[in-house]
Structure formats: C-alpha cells, structure tokens
C-alpha cells in the first residue's frame, strides 16, 4: 500500500480538444485515419465519477457525463473541471446529459456506473434501455455483491468490477480535490469469458494514470475494501469526523479497531482469509487516508440515503449465515439507517433516468 502524493501545485490547463456531439454525428462518415477515439460514458459525476472522467479526457477518450444535477453538468460544461490534490490539472468537457437514455444515441464502448450504490436498482431499467450488445459495463462502486445486482438484468459477460483505491471530495462545482490514490485500483470480469474486456479496461485505465491491476479473483479485493470502508465511513459518519480525526481520536480509533476484527473475521468464515497481517495492514491504509471527508458522511450531511446497505448491513448478513456475531456491524448499520430514516422517510432517491 503505497503512500500517495501531497503536493498541491498550482492546477494547469489542458487543452485537448473534445469534440460536441454533433461534430461527432458530423465525423461518422468520413474515412477515419486512424482508429476512432474510444467513447465512455460516465453514470454519476460526483468526485468519482468526475476524476475518472478528467483523466480519461485528458488522454485521447471521448466522455459523456450524466448525473440528475442540472446545475452541476452545466458547470462542468462551461468551466471544465478542475483536478487538484494528488493530481492538478484542468480539463475542458462537452458532452453532458440528464437523462441516461441519451446514452443510447452516444453509442459508447463502455459504461462506468459511479453513482451510490443506493441508487441503483433504480437506475437499472434505463441503463438497460441504453445497454447495446457491444457495450460494456464496469461498476465503479463500494461495497459488497453490487456486481451481482448489475449482471443480474444486463448478463454476466459484458459486467466487470472494479476496486476503486482513489477518493475525493468536491470543493466548488467542477473542482475536485482528489484526496490520495493508494495504487493501483483493481478490475476483474465476472465470467473467463470476459478477463479480455477487464484487461482491455486495466491497460486503458493505467493509460491515463489511473493505474489499475487486472484480477482474476476480483470478489477478494471487494472483500478487501468492503471491511475497510465498513470500518470507517459509518464511524466518521455518526462522529461528523474526517478519517484523520477518527483514526486520531481514542474512542473512534478503538471502535474502528472492533470493527476490522468483526469483518475479518466475518471474510474468513466465507473464505477469505487474508492472514494474519492483515489488521495491521488495514489500520496503516486507513492511517494514510489523511483530513478526508468519508462519502458517507458527505451523503449524511446532504441527507441522502447511504451506501450502508452494501457495507455493514452485508457483513452482518454474511456473519449470520455462518453463525459469527456481529454486533458492531449491526450496531452502526442500525444507526445509519436511523439517521436516513429520519430524513428520507421512504427511503427514496432521485436518479437520472
């Protein structure tokens, strides 16, 4: 686990074209001279979904943008966005939507979903609408079993996974400060089949500077992540702290020292075992995460429904499937679900559509 950069120089501009939609529709015709530019669209532009998107525009990728925040989009799409943190940069974007069924007419090779995982199952219809035979799908997400939900209308060979090892908190509209990327991220298929399409998807992703390993046993690095999110993001989220705070803090530090032992434990039992130096590789990647504001914290304080449901709610279901207890897992799931319960009475989110 490798320590990520600090420095913060000031953010320079990049000026690769990108073309509109229309000057793409305009260039279908003509004999190309090379092979055409490789089209990804971006289901959520929030810090994931944008740093994902500025690195791939920075390269030679077209990127369509879509997200429900209309005043967001149209931010990015005037001013560019603006990569700062690990990486500064700034790069111009074009092509923005509202609605994920505009994707169909983009016509992309590949699909990233980096929405919340709470919202997905009502995102699924639409993605499928806009799904094509030579599309491929990649879930850019946290937790536990989200793949399955996703192949389970699209069809296992065209789904991959992926880890993702980076984060980021927005400053303003269009300004990211990307807080640290532990590299690589990780990429795996969900059937033998498809490894071509995951190791395509890892070779362009390292491309850009995101590098990204291809797995072939991806479900471990899910694990993996799920129990260090698990450990943190609903601590930070109750405590209104940063993963600095919380990892500083006494009473924090030792229930998220519970909370590691719990999961591990659980991932054992349904095997994965990740030995005994795991814990202490855990706390010392949970150390480096530095002032960043957890996700789910951010998801807290915007009162929107959390990704608990994929994190610790799923380690306690899989704890009780092999008799482990779990009561720190069920613990914080029960809070956080008290919390998005009382400002989300129907437990509903707005997704693009």
Known sequence: ??????SNPRPKKVTSPVLSASRLAGQAGKKEKSPPAIK???????????????YLLRTRYKVLFVDILKGRLETIKKTGLIIS????????????STHIREIKKFNPDYIFIAVKTSTLSSIMRPVKSAFSKNTVVICFQ?????EDEISDVLGKNRVLRAVVNYAGNILNEGQIIMSFFNAPNYIGAMTADSNQHAEKVARILTETG????????IRKFTWEKAILNAAMAPVC??????MKDAMEFKGTNELIKELLKES??????NGYDFGKKFFNEALEYLQKAGPHKASMLTDIESKRTTEIAFLNQKLADYGRAKNIPTPYNDTLSGLIKGMEKSFTPNNSSRTPA
């Open 1 to 6: 686990m490798k320590k990520h950069k600090t």
């Open 40 to 54: 990804v669209a971006i289901i959520g532009a929030g810090p994931i979904g944008s740093i994902l998107g500025a």
């Open 85 to 96: 943190g690990v990486a500064n940069f700034h790069i111009p974007v074009s092509l923005v």
């Open 142 to 146: 946290n937790g536990l079993d989200v």
């Open 210 to 217: 995101l590098t990204t390993k291809f797995v072939t046993d």
């Open 237 to 242: 989220a109750l405590t209104r702290l940063t």
């Open 264 to 269: 591990i434990e659980v991932a054992k039992a």
